[in-house]
């Protein structure tokens, strides 16, 4: 079977069983505290299982797109090294939301491995939890009874708490799991090492395939476990393996999956996968990486210097690393990978089909950036060791500096030094790397305590479109600790305040009862809730409140959102229906909106954009809003679906006239409350991105108001009020003519100093001296003495100035008297600015010092004479 072929097998079978088929969820993930990236195929099932929300089908099945290098799971260090760990890997898996569990999950697992995909029987294991004292919870024996009755019990082993008790996170839904393993090793091999003594033992060839987890408890901030509200059933299998076990394959890498890849970098680089362990490694790194980094730019996440961007940038550049110095390619590369990317995957992920050249683009201009870094960090390197002669050790502060600002690998600065005879403090190195770890652990250290409930069953409504006052209660609150202090977040059955989504930032305001005044710092979602956070938790929280949103602030915010929808309504018609939207933050200052275009926009385009804008908002037009349209009715009518947006079956759609947006933000009623629209910058955000910063209502008011005071001021001062443009010009031109004049007086006056300079030479002991204090500027000094250096032999010459109340001195030495006498015009220099209380230095034949007090610089001038003596 191909890889699609299995895919669709997976899904057809769990079809066949009553399941929905979903999509798979964004690889980046948006409003998880404790997550960066969906690290397996639960993740964005999480609400069902602790019960916060209820699936439209308790039963589930997909292949998801998951990211294993950060947190909890982190395979990045063990890819390409073996043959079957990654960091962009696909699960597939099968749900049961409080429907089916053990029996049916065991079950179907084995009809569908051992009949469909016809792996025979005596090659598979299968593991289960053998409990755990510490935590009271007791041996799986329900799972063991169930596989008794379709595997032998010889088969059927034992695991712990680390291999058979699965947990997303550090908190969150958690349980017991069997684990179905395949030993793929020849007969021969087999009879000599039984299979079970190498389950989960690393071996290559008997591995984990599929992870059945029964999902039943919730792990609690305080390490203790409580019960789900329902059984529920996650399981996992490994899409990459099974291709490798289905396809008779030893090596994930050898499967259909990855073939075409790795075929496209021996082509690159004219090597042969199979050949040198090393270079198989770095062609493994890059096939595996190219996926992660493109799949994950396809969701939205570019590489960045912060959170799950500086992640994804990290994982772009080992690769990077890798092809400079095992494979030698010292050009970009992964981006010619993402061709044959979308040709295996682009037709199941639309996100990369539709998005292959804006993808490519990214990673390209990434590329070239690191590697530019790459080349100067070589450099600074080779100064380092070349400033350092008969270097044993390179410190490892220099190896981690080039590590941390030039992204420079410490292999790299390794072998490099290998290569000159020297080694690197690995110590030092380890040592500078730990303290960094605890720096950025210290930087986004976060505590969240367990919630305090206050009413069971409660269902969070946000209110916010139509109310910007209301009664509330809090339902649940908790502790938070950050690296700004202490704090406490609240939840409420219904809330007005906004939560940060979408770009626009959350709401601020304050909740009062008769007791007491709370204000709302901030408010944003986490999981689906809507989190308000305060610095005081309520005395008493239990009591209604009255909860008012900071109306000012939330209207200008208004603004600034539906302005940004016109905007992009505007860039489509005016640059092409290329334009997708790529970002935005819509605050109460400014809005930005980053969107997919290739060029710099030109001024005639930001105006146009500016006008048909500004247009729309005399229109007046009407909001149109419709809170619960089908997904797909949302399509028809116009709306576009966003990648590594997650939406739901019903949508919220919001239509101006032409402009139709899936959105969940705060809109104006009508285009003209909008006031006026700005665009104050248009800049490059990444590679095919551009990025537009624009302001609206009040602000832009002002914005204007100041532009207009500058202009009748400028007005004011040119004295005349038709055309301040024109005087500008006349002032330019005249100032043109006037500097030229100048020029010439200044050659004209230094020819005459000349003059007056070689009139005054004076010898002395053979060596032909000038002394002079002048008022020309610096640089006609400096002409001037390099002039007579050429023209009069044996001469010293130096030049006081008092030019702007500052006084210099100049020493030149023609080069003659250099080589006959030891003189050296830097050091003299150095001790005669003592005189006028400066400092200064240059070379053997010519030196500057500045100073600040002029009534020294004739005894300066007096006093050189000692050195002619
Ligand atoms: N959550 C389990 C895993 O990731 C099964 O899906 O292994």
Redesign the pocket.
């Known amino acids: 079977m191909t890889s699609k072929e299995i895919r669709k097998t997976f899904l057809d079978f769990f079809k066949s069983k009553q399941h929905s088929i979903v999509p798979s969820a964004p690889i980046v993930l948006k409003d998880d505290p404790t997550l960066m990236f969906s690290n397996?195929?639960?993740t964005q099932f999480k609400d069902f299982f602790l019960g916060y929300k209820e699936p439209k089908n308790k039963r589930t099945a997909d292949t998801q797109k998951c990211l294993r290098v950060s947190g909890k799971h982190n395979d990045l260090d063990d890819v390409g090294k073996d043959t079957y760990h990654h960091t962009m890997f696909e699960?597939l898996?099968n749900w049961s939301f409080g429907d089916y569990f053990k029996k049916e999950a065991i079950e179907w697992a084995w009809e569908l491995l051992t009949e469909v995909f016809a792996i025979p029987k005596d090659r598979l294991y299968v593991t289960i939890f053998e409990g755990d004292n510490d935590e009271g919870l007791d041996r799986d024996l329900e799972a063991y009874n169930l596989w008794k009755e379709h595997i032998s019990e010889d088969r059927i082993l034992l695991g712990n708490k680390k291999d058979n008790f699965?947990e997303m996170g550090e908190t969150g839904p958690c349980g017991p799991c069997s684990e179905i393993h395949v030993d793929i090793r020849s007969d021969e091999e087999r009879k000599k090492i039984d299979g079970k003594d190498l389950v989960n033992n690393d071996h290559p060839h008997v591995i984990e395939v599929w992870?059945l987890?029964f999902m039943e408890f919730l792990r609690k901030a305080d390490g203790t476990l409580e019960k789900l509200p329902k059984k529920n059933v996650?399981?996992?299998m490994g899409f990459e393996r099974l291709c490798m076990v289905l396809q008779g394959k030893d090596s994930n890498y050898d499967t259909d999956v990855f073939q075409p890849i790795i075929k496209k970098i021996e082509e690159i680089s004219g090597l042969t996968y199979g050949d040198n362990a090393n270079v198989d490694i770095a062609i493994r790194v890059l096939a595996d990486h190219v996926r992660a980094i493109a799949f994950s730019i396809a969701d939205g996440q570019l590489p960045s210097n912060s959170g799950a961007g500086y992640v994804i940038r990290r994982i772009l550049r080992r690769a990077i690393g890798y092809a400079y110095r095992v494979l030698q390619i010292k050009e970009p590369i992964l981006h010619k990978l993402v061709p044959v990317i979308n040709t295996q995957m682009g037709d199941f992920f639309p996100e990369i089909s539709k998005q292959e050249k804006l993808i490519s683009e990214i990673i390209k201009e990434e590329e070239i950036g690191f590697l530019r870094t790459l080349d100067q960090g070589l450099q600074r390197l080779a100064n380092f060791m070349e400033s350092n002669p008969g270097l044993k050790v390179i410190p490892g502060e220099v190896v981690f500096e080039l590590y941390d600002t030039y992204g420079f690998p410490s292999d790299l600065s390794r072998i490099i030094a290998e290569d000159h005879g020297i080694s690197i403090d690995e110590k030092g190195f380890n040592m500078e790397m730990n303290k960094q770890k605890e720096r950025s652990k210290s930087a986004t250290n976060f505590k969240n305590y367990d919630w305090v409930i206050l009413e069971e069953d409660e269902v969070e409504e946000f209110v916010g479109y139509d109310f910007l006052d209301t009664h509330v209660k809090i339902t649940r609150y908790r502790k938070v600790e950050n690296k700004e202090g202490v704090f406490y977040q609240l939840v409420f059955q219904i809330t007005p305040f906004y939560a940060e989504s979408g770009g626009q930032v959350g709401d601020i305001g304050y909740i009062e009862n008769l007791n007491e005044k709370i204000e709302i710092l901030n408010t944003k979602k986490e999981n689906n809730l809507i989190i308000h956070t305060v610095k005081e938790l309520p005395k008493y929280p239990e009591f209604p409140f009255h909860a008012i949103v900071d109306i000012k602030r939330r209207e200008a915010i208004t603004k600034n959102h539906s302005a940004t929808h016109l905007l992009h309504e505007a860039l489509r018609e005016v640059l092409g229906k290329h334009v997708e939207q790529k970002g935005s933050f819509v605050g109460p200052e400014y809005l930005r909106f980053d969107f997919s275009h290739f060029s710099k926009m030109s001024s005639e385009e930001i105006q146009e954009v500016e006008k048909i804008v500004n247009t729309k908002i005399y229109e007046r037009l009407e909001l149109e809003e419709n809170r619960a349209v089908p997904f797909k009715k949302a399509l028809d009518m116009g709306a576009m679906a966003l990648f590594g947006e997650k939406y739901g079956d019903l949508v919220r759609v919001i239509k101006f006239g032409n402009s139709v947006e899936l959105c969940g933000g705060t809109h104006v009623k009508n285009t003209h409350e909008i006031i006026f629209f700005k665009i104050m910058s248009e800049s490059s955000s990444s590679a095919g991105v551009r990025r537009i910063e624009a302001i609206t209502g009040e602000t832009g008011m002002n914005f204007l108001k100041d532009q207009f005071s500058q202009y009748d001021r400028l007005k004011n001062f040119l004295k005349q009020t038709d055309d301040p443009l024109k005087s500008i010009e006349k002032l330019y031109l005249e100032n043109d003519q006037l500097k030229k004049q100048v020029e010439q007086l200044n050659k004209e006056k230094a020819n005459h100093e000349k003059l007056i300079w070689k009139n005054s030479i004076n010898v002395v002991n053979g060596i032909n001296y000038i002394g002079l204090i002048t008022d020309l500027n610096a640089a006609s000094v400096k002409d001037l003495i390099f002039q007579l250096k050429k023209e009069i032999s044996n001469l010293f010459i130096i030049i006081g100035t008092k030019t702007e109340q500052k006084p210099t001195l100049s020493l030149g030495i023609s080069d003659d008297l250099l080589n006959l006498k030891n003189l050296h015009a830097g050091t003299i220099i150095r001790e005669l600015s003592k005189e006028i209380k400066g400092g200064g230095g240059g070379q053997p034949s010519f030196a500057t010092a500045g100073g600040s007090d002029t009534s020294g610089l004739e005894n300066a001038i007096n006093k050189s004479l000692n050195y002619l003596q």
């Open positions: 397996s195929g639960m699960m898996g699965w992870n987890v996650d399981t996992g």
